[in-house]
C-alpha cells in the first residue's frame, strides 16, 4: 500500500464504513478501500454497492457471524503473504454489533498488525442528536430476541443510572419498546431514532409509553434500523434492597465472573475475592 504514508505491509486495517449517506465516507477510509489487496465484509452483495459507488473493484472474502473462526486462518494466509486487508461490516464500524471480534482477537494474538479506520457509528450518531445525558452510557446493542429473554436483560440493569443504548429490528421494536415499560417503567424518558443520515431519519422523544404509541400511530414509522436510547433510573434502589444473588447470577449469564463479582463488590461492598470464589461454586454446581 504504497499510496498511503503511514501503511505498513500485511495489515488489516478495521474500516468503518457509512450507515446510510454514502457521503460520510471518510476520505481515509476512501484511501484504504482502493489501496488493499482484499476486502474482508460481512456481505459482499452490500459491500459491492459501496466498491461501485467509489468506482473500485476489488476481490472480496465473506467474513459473518456463521463462517468467521473458519476464516480467520484463511486471512492470516493472506496477511503473511504480504496482502493487505480491510474489514467492513455492512455499515457503520465493524465489530460494534457486528462480525469481526473473534477476527481481530486472533490477529492480534498471532502479531498482526490491526489498524483502525474512524467513521460512522449508529450509536455514536444517535446520542450526538438525542439530547439525553452522555457523560456516562451503556451500549447494550441488540436484546435477545424472544420477550422472556430481553426482560431478563433488562431486569439485570433496571437499577443502573447512565443512559442505556440498544439496537433494535423493525420487526420487534414495538414489542422491545413494550418489554422495556414493563421493566424499567412505561413513565422513563427515552429518545428513539430511525434510519439515521437516510431519508427518512427521524427522531421520537418521550416516555417509553409514548413513544411505543408515536411508533404504533402508523406502519412508516416501524419501518427501518432503529437505536433505542433510555435515560437512567432517577432513583436507583439502595443495594441493601437489591437481591443480589440474583442480580449476581443474572450477571454471571452475561460476563466472566471476575468481572460480574467486581460489579457486585462494587454494588454492596463485599470482598471481591470471596465473591468471585462464591461464583467459580455456582458455576462447578
Not at 499510496?3 to 471518510?26: C, K, R
Not at 473462526?69 to 457486528?98: C, N
Not at 473473534?102 to 498482526?112: D, E, I, M, N
Not at 416501524?222 to 437481591?243: H, L, R, W, Y
Request: proline share 5%.
Amino acid at each position: 500500500m504504497s499510496s498511503l504514508p503511514d501503511s505498513v505491509s500485511a495489515t488489516l486495517y478495521v474500516v468503518a464504513t457509512p450507515i446510510g449517506n454514502l457521503a460520510d465516507l471518510t476520505e481515509r477510509a476512501r484511501q484504504v478501500l482502493s489501496a488493499v489487496n482484499l476486502i474482508a465484509c460481512e456481505d459482499t452483495r452490500h459491500t459491492q454497492r459501496l466498491l461501485q459507488h467509489l468506482g473500485l473493484r476489488k476481490p472480496m472474502l465473506s467474513v459473518h457471524d456463521h463462517n468467521e473462526r473458519d476464516r480467520i486462518q484463511q486471512v492470516m494466509d493472506h496477511l503473511d503473504q504480504g496482502r493487505d486487508i480491510a474489514l467492513v461490516s455492512d455499515a457503520g464500524t465493524p465489530l460494534i454489533s457486528d462480525p469481526g471480534y473473534p477476527l481481530v482477537q486472533a490477529l492480534r494474538q498471532a502479531g498482526h498488525k490491526v489498524v483502525p479506520i474512524p467513521g460512522a457509528s449508529a450509536m455514536i450518531t444517535a446520542l450526538s442528536a438525542a439530547g439525553l445525558p452522555t457523560d456516562r452510557f451503556t451500549f447494550e446493542g441488540f436484546l435477545p430476541h424472544k420477550s422472556s429473554g430481553r426482560k431478563e436483560r433488562l431486569r439485570a440493569i433496571v437499577q443502573d443510572t447512565c443512559t442505556l443504548v440498544f439496537y433494535e429490528a423493525k420487526h420487534r421494536i414495538l414489542n422491545t419498546l413494550e418489554d422495556m415499560s414493563d421493566v424499567l417503567g412505561d413513565q422513563r424518558e427515552a429518545v428513539v431514532a430511525r434510519e439515521l443520515t437516510k431519508t427518512f431519519e427521524s427522531f421520537y422523544r418521550g416516555t417509553l409509553m409514548e413513544i411505543h404509541a408515536q411508533l404504533s400511530s402508523h406502519d412508516d414509522h416501524q419501518k427501518g434500523e432503529f437505536v433505542v436510547m433510555v435515560t437512567g433510573n432517577p432513583a436507583p434502589a439502595p443495594a441493601s434492597e437489591i437481591d443480589t444473588e440474583r442480580l449476581f447470577k443474572l450477571l454471571l449469564a452475561e460476563l466472566p465472573p471476575k468481572k460480574a463479582a467486581a460489579i457486585i463488590a462494587e454494588l454492596t461492598g463485599e470482598n471481591k475475592k470471596e465473591l468471585y470464589q462464591k461464583a467459580l461454586g455456582w458455576k462447578d454446581a
